[in-house]
């Protein structure tokens, strides 16, 4: 006889009420005791199943999580926002480095055109890069592990950085434009397999705070760029090539740091079939008293992806299992890019110009708003397992909607009225605050909360690639929407943050405190309409298999 389940054990499963035929249930628990790879005998004596609501899990992360978290960001989120950054100080001297380099070349003057040419190319190069690092980056993943693809990653930092450190004592322009490609790749894996890792092994319950590391550490790479970078330390005429080079002091860290953390459990157990290996790093992240609870989950995402193998890219497009969830993050992402936060950049020089600041101290205020960024990555991380990641998201590109409508006003009407420039230095900081809340830390959290795992590396290749070229196109088209429009540009980016808040609404559920498979359950009637009622008994039917598994074998 098959034991009926226990009523206070089950889950919700979106009205499915039937529960299989003692044969059917039969039938399949034959079929799963042949797997028996998935629980060996080791794990029989190790895990016992835990009785729901038995114990709450605890609510502040372990110093394992936290440190594995900054291990992981010093080489991953930082380098990306540390490279965008340190860039702009050394323009000046790049120029001059230019016609110097090409006037003992070839003994000519280098023509003003070429010179724009050349240090575009030195600019853009970084975004094709990161769209090379994008397309790559969860292959690594999956061959060489989250771990191991981040500290390989980190060699070609390291590679970049003597590069652009030599091409000036060299002459050698073409050294500086090979890094800047080099390290635009080391990005773009940073990018794609760092909040892919920390969504693996952070508990749900505390999951989307620690995910937030990956854009607190991005704005820290910002705003230490943004420091490192004043003339008073490496951003003068002498310095400039130490400070490119310095990138490979993050690299560098994470070297250093990183070996001494575990890999992701959800990869160890499901891509590699390891399970001692899995339980050793659980027991490390979560401590003896918590992670079984952990490799309960972890478990049953296995038995439910039953062997499945990690997806392409291309794979994804034709699954209908994921389609809304791949829609969600293509909006998203493109909404990230166009959402105006480059306009707003663009546009605070200037702002702060018509507050009455000075040309030479305009850099010092400029620092205010990667402490603004800063700040909000720091609030989400704290905010974003307690309000939720709807609301937060929401909340921000209905905010920057508001900004957007109220700062083409204050610029339209700078010249009437004196107290115009500083209402429009307000919402260029208030505007950065309220992407920093919403769509600047959040959309990475939900690309990895949105997926299972033999769908994420996948997902994430996916929207590092439109992320990228959503990044090179802003930054090609820009300067002629704002030629165009003036500051009429603002409608347009705050059409496109309402079309974006909107779709959230209507489509994301909330994933705050859910499992990888509860949030796929989400989706089920989006992507499969009518047959939505079939595939939610099936999934009902198995993960009741699965517990009934787990408790004979134990």
Request: proline residues 4%; hydrophobic residues 45%; aromatic residues 12%.
């Amino acid at each position: 006889m098959v034991q009926q389940p226990n009523p206070g054990q089950l889950r919700s499963s979106g009205g499915v009420e039937e529960v299989a035929s003692g044969a059917e249930q039969e039938g399949e628990k034959d079929g799963a005791q042949a797997h028996g790879n998935l629980i060996r005998p080791m794990l029989r004596m190790e895990h016992q199943p835990l009785v729901r609501g038995s114990s709450s899990p605890c609510k502040l992360p372990s110093w394992t999580l936290l440190l594995t978290v900054c291990a992981i960001g010093i080489g991953g989120t930082f380098q990306y926002g540390y490279n965008v950054s340190i860039i702009n100080a050394p323009t000046q001297h790049i120029h001059k480095f230019l016609n110097e380099t090409w006037s003992s070349r070839y003994q000519k003057e280098l023509n003003p055109d070429l010179l724009t040419f050349l240090w575009s190319v030195i600019a853009s190069i970084f975004s094709l890069g990161g769209l090379c690092g994008a397309l790559i980056g969860g292959s690594m993943a999956i061959r060489l592990g989250r771990k191991g693809a981040l500290l390989m990653n980190n060699l070609i930092a390291i590679l970049a950085s003597i590069l652009m450190g030599i091409s000036f004592p060299t002459g050698l322009f073409e050294l500086l434009i090979a890094g800047r490609f080099l390290i635009g790749i080391n990005s773009g894996v940073g990018l794609c397999v760092q909040p892919l890792y920390i969504g693996e092994f952070a508990p749900k319950h505390l999951r989307g705070g620690l995910a937030m590391g990956t854009s607190i550490f991005l704005t820290g790479g910002i705003l230490t760029g943004q420091i490192i970078g004043l003339r008073e330390l490496l951003g003068g005429e002498k310095h400039w090539p130490l400070l490119l080079s310095s990138s490979c002091i993050p690299a560098l860290a994470q070297l250093l740091f990183l070996p001494w953390f575990p890999e992701s459990p959800r990869y160890l157990l499901i891509d590699r079939g390891d399970e001692l290996s899995c339980l050793k790093a659980l027991k490390r992240f979560h401590g003896s008293s918590e992670y079984r609870r952990e490799m309960e989950d972890i478990q049953r995402e296995c038995f439910a992806l039953d062997g499945e193998k990690p997806k392409k890219p291309w794979q994804l497009f034709t699954d209908r299992g994921v389609r809304w969830q791949l829609i969600t993050v293509i909006v998203m992402t493109i909404g990230q890019q166009l959402s105006g936060i480059n306009a707003i950049y663009f546009y605070a020089i200037y702002v702060f110009e018509q507050a009455g600041i000075l040309a030479e101290k305009i850099p010092y205020v400029t620092l205010g708003t990667g402490v603004c960024e800063c700040l909000t990555a720091l609030s989400c991380g704290l905010l974003i397992d307690y309000v939720g990641r709807r609301c937060l998201i929401i909340g921000g590109y209905l905010l920057m909607t508001l900004w957007c409508t109220v700062l083409t006003f204050s610029l339209t009407y700078q010249e009437l009225y004196s107290w115009m420039p500083y209402l429009s230095m307000a919402c260029v900081f208030a505007f950065i605050l309220s992407f920093g809340l919403g769509p600047g830390g959040i959309t990475n959290t939900l690309t990895a909360e949105l997926f299972v795992q033999s769908s994420r590396p996948a997902a994430y290749m996916i929207a590092g690639t439109v992320s990228w070229i959503s990044f090179f196109t802003v930054g090609m088209l820009f300067p002629f929407i704002v030629n165009g429009l003036k500051q009429y540009c603002f409608v347009v980016f705050l059409l496109e943050c309402f079309f974006v808040a909107a779709f959230i609404f209507l489509i994301i559920p909330e994933t705050k405190n859910k499992s990888f498979l509860e949030i796929k359950k989400e989706f089920h009637k989006l992507n499969f309409g009518r047959n939505a009622r079939k595939k939610e008994t099936e999934l009902y039917e198995r993960r009741q298999l699965q517990d009934e598994f787990l408790k004979n074998s134990a």
